[in-house]
């Protein structure tokens, strides 16, 4: 960064620096000082006339000192002899904004001309602009943050139209136990008891020697919807990518664009004279869109050649079906498709999840498996799947509007041992979607978490294992929360644990606030 930048960075800073008996900051005058030796050829506002004999208040002086007029500053900013970053630094943030206002700054783009090194000045610009536009006028005093982020990892790849970044409470449920390594779960979310109960999941799955997984699936989905102008027509290319030759000469194609794409699988469906074609493939330690997105794309491409007459309607037909409901996912699986299942000693049962095997039995057919039929659900069998997961989600910058299929489970429980009196119990998840490189990951703080569970970026020896790490620890989670929501609505500690745990007390008057501690944690589903 110029040492001279910023001469007039920030009106409300430099209001609250230092005066000088005469009203100008020192620290001001000097960075204007600066300003001029590097820069003699700008007309730099001058201090304010002592004899001026205005009246205005001091408010308005300092502002008629700080802004230059419309005129003055647009010839600064596209003085044609130095780059718009330069120019933009000679400006104060005040000025940038009246020329954002007239039109001659579009506030999408304030990253894009201010450059790498004035990344925090564009979004706070950008958060006054749109204040002062809204009618509530609350953005630029808000206590929404935006200092001290690395918005260089956010440009053009996570966010546009920054404005700052919401934090979310990180809480860690745990150790589990999982294929014999133990792990810190963590959680972002703002539902109290959330965290509590998943962690007395992990100690009952714990005392039962921990969760084995196993990995059934791992491909990531893709499926275009092509026309064809007969139904005859898309009849025959639907029976050539059915026939070996076709396959090869798809497959040949779609991997060409990435090292970790291999296509796995193509289903193909005729509706009318559109046809959907669902690419399946794995794709490292990537959640993959991209890369099937890219290979789907040549795959077309090659398929064009031999059938001119098709017209690619739309990459994502929903044959994929990404984020949203859909029975396809649940029977197919997309991403990675993991079971995760224990066995909790009886006497665990008893002293950690306060009931017994059978009543934990009962109420799972009852609840998960009949109740969920008899609503009609795909993928629904489960208490509380998507709270685990998408807390996860959240915390290691994975794509949280996956979370719709991605929490599609099947809880199911048993008597097993001696007499029935342990309990079997597992998860069944088809569709956990999940990468440990590209979208969210590349977050600072999300890259921290992901090294706390040791799977962060690309895995060194085998590619795609951190993902598959990733989703064997999210399903053993999600086996930790249905174990203790549906112990604690087996015992009927729900309602005394949700007053004791989640009752905001900040917004409860006090009269209102129970004093009963829960006998147990659970978590709302
Ligand atoms: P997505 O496909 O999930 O949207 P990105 O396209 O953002 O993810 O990130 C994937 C990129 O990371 C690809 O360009 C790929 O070449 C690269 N990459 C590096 N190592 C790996 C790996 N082990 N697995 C998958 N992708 C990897």
């Known amino acids: 960064m110029s040492n001279y930048l910023y001469p007039l960075a920030s009106l409300a800073q430099i209001q609250k620096s230092p005066s000088r008996e005469d009203g100008i900051p020192e620290d001001l005058e000097l960075k204007l000082k600066q300003v001029r030796l590097a820069h003699p050829e700008q007309s ?4 304010p006339s002592s004899d001026s004999g205005s009246s205005s208040p001091k408010q308005d002086s300092e502002e008629s000192y700080f802004l230059r007029s419309l005129k003055e500053c647009l010839a600064i900013y596209e003085e044609p002899s130095r780059p718009r970053s330069e120019s933009l630094a000679l400006l104060s943030d005040e000025e940038v904004i009246m020329l954002a206002n007239n039109g001659n700054i579009a506030t999408y783009a304030l990253e894009k001309l201010f450059g790498m090194d004035q ?14 536009a809204s009618s509530t006028g609350t953005l630029e005093s808000s206590s929404i943050p935006y200092e001290n982020y690395d918005y260089s990892r956010v440009l053009g790849a996570c966010c546009e139209n920054v404005v700052g970044y919401i934090p979310i409470p990180l809480g860690v449920a745990g150790p589990l136990t999982v294929d014999g390594k133990q792990y810190p779960i963590p959680m972002a979310t703002a539902e109290g008891t959330l965290v509590a109960s998943t962690s007395r999941g992990c100690k009952a799955l714990n005392a039962g020697g921990g969760v084995s997984t196993v990995l059934v699936g791992d491909g990531m989905t893709r499926g275009p919807a092509i026309d064809f102008p007969s139904a005859i027509q898309a009849g025959k290319a639907k029976a ?3 026939s070996n030759e076709g396959h090869a000469a798809l497959r040949e194609a779609f991997e060409s664009m990435s090292r970790f794409a291999k296509l796995k699988s193509l289903k193909t ?4 004279r559109t046809l959907y074609v669902r690419f399946a493939t794995t794709t490292g330690d990537a959640m993959g869109m991209n890369m099937i997105s890219k290979g789907t794309e040549k795959a077309l491409e090659a398929m064009q050649k031999r059938f001119p007459e098709m017209v690619v309607l739309a990459l994502s037909g929903n044959y994929c079906t990404d984020k949203k409901p859909a029975a396809i996912n649940w029977i197919e699986g997309r991403g990675k498709s993991v079971v995760a299942e224990a066995v909790i000693p009886g006497h665990v049962v008893k002293t950690v999840l306060k009931t017994t095997v059978r009543d934990l039995c009962n109420l799972n057919v009852k609840k998960n498996l009949m109740g ?16 685990i997961l998408t807390a996860i989600f959240l915390a290691t910058g994975q794509d949280p509007a996956q979370n719709v299929e991605s929490s599609m489970c099947m809880t199911l429980m048993e008597p097993t041992g001696l007499n029935g009196e342990d309990l079997l119990v597992s998860v069944t998840m088809p569709c956990i979607e999940v990468g440990t490189v ?8 999300q890259q921290g978490v992901l090294d706390m569970l040791g799977v962060r970026g690309a895995h060194p020896q085998h590619p795609g294992q951190n993902a598959q790490t990733l989703a064997r620890i999210i399903a053993s989670a999600v086996l ?13 500690h729900l309602i005394k644990a949700h007053m004791a745990h989640n009752r905001s007390q900040v917004n409860t008057p006090a009269a209102s606030v129970p004093v009963t501690p829960g006998a147990g944690f659970a978590s709302r589903a």
């Open 372 to 387: 969920s039929a008899m609503a009609g659900s795909i993928g629904g069998f489960n208490a509380h799947a998507a709270n």
């Open 480 to 492: 930790a929360g249905e174990l203790s929501l549906l112990s604690a609505l087996a015992a009927g």
């Open 119 to 132: 990344l925090e000045r564009a979004v706070r610009i950008r958060r006054a602009i749109l204040s002062r």
């Open 269 to 272: 469906a005729i509706a009318g």
């Open 44 to 47: 730099l506002p001058s201090p």
């Open 240 to 242: 050539w990518i059915d």
């Open 438 to 445: 590209g979208g969210g990951t590349v977050l600072a703080p």
